[in-house]
């Protein structure tokens, strides 16, 4: 079974850091394309980005709204996949979820079930 | 980045209804379309992709079809469990895939 586990989010003041991570596991971690998708309260799903596996050179794409700003790293040894979020801003508040890309396409197969970060003073 | 444009934003049902919810996509995108399911406090699940193929385990009460630029969603005969909110989410070409607004379903 796929499973997902989101860890690091919080509380946090504009223009702070914050890392979130995500336990993998039930999949060969090391061949699937990773993304992050978000939530704000009450609003739809906003893609943020993704990593490529390590095989395929990790390559990252990020979403306008957060390029520059984000980080998509993945460590295979130990399964987890991580989001460095920068300079954040009141507008990135929300729940952050980890998601497989299993057939490499961009169908988002597995979510864990989110990580909750509130950017506020 | 790829438009995406779904309606309505919120549709009553009863169960036993059949219902469509339609996204339309500002370009072409072949039928790289998927659906997700997403219930309250929860994770979304991917429903449908690839415009037409039903993910494993899922009803199939639920069909897609379309291509190109128009998408289609249809739920027959609505069960209790089908009350939600669904999205769209393109997967053409790279990244960022973008999503519709969402459709909440909700029971009549």
């Known amino acids: 079974e796929v499973l997902l586990v989101e860890s690091g989010g919080g509380l946090v003041n504009p223009g702070g850091s914050l890392r979130l991570s995500c336990a993998a596991s039930?999949?060969?971690?090391?061949?699937?394309?990773m993304s992050w998708v978000r939530q704000a309260p009450g609003k739809g799903l906003e893609y943020v980005g993704r990593?490529?596996?390590?095989?395929?050179?990790?390559?990252?794409d990020y979403a306008a709204p957060v390029k520059g700003r984000f980080i998509i790293s993945r460590q295979d040894s130990t399964d987890t996949l991580y989001l460095q979020l920068n300079s954040l801003k009141t507008e990135d508040t929300g729940l952050y979820f980890c998601v497989t890309d299993l057939f490499l396409t961009g169908i988002l197969h597995h979510w864990g079930q989110g990580a909750l970060v509130t950017v506020s003073s | 980045d790829i438009q995406m444009t779904q309606s309505p934003s919120f549709l009553s049902a009863s169960v036993g209804d059949r219902v469509t919810i339609t996204c339309r996509a500002g370009?072409?995108?072949?039928?790289?379309l998927n659906w997700y399911q997403q219930k309250p406090g929860k994770a979304p699940k991917l429903l449908i992709y690839g415009a037409s193929t039903l993910e494993s385990g899922d009803p199939s009460r639920f069909s897609g079809s379309g291509s190109g630029t128009d998408f289609t969603l249809t739920i027959n005969n609505v069960q209790p469990d089908d009350f939600a909110t669904y999205y769209c989410q393109e997967s053409y070409s790279i990244p960022p895939y973008m999503f519709g607004q969402g459709t909440k379903l909700d029971m009549k």
């Open positions: 990593i490529k596996s390590n095989i395929d050179g990790a390559t990252t």
């Open positions: 370009q072409n995108i072949d039928n790289y």
């Open positions: 039930g999949f060969s971690f090391k061949s699937a394309w």
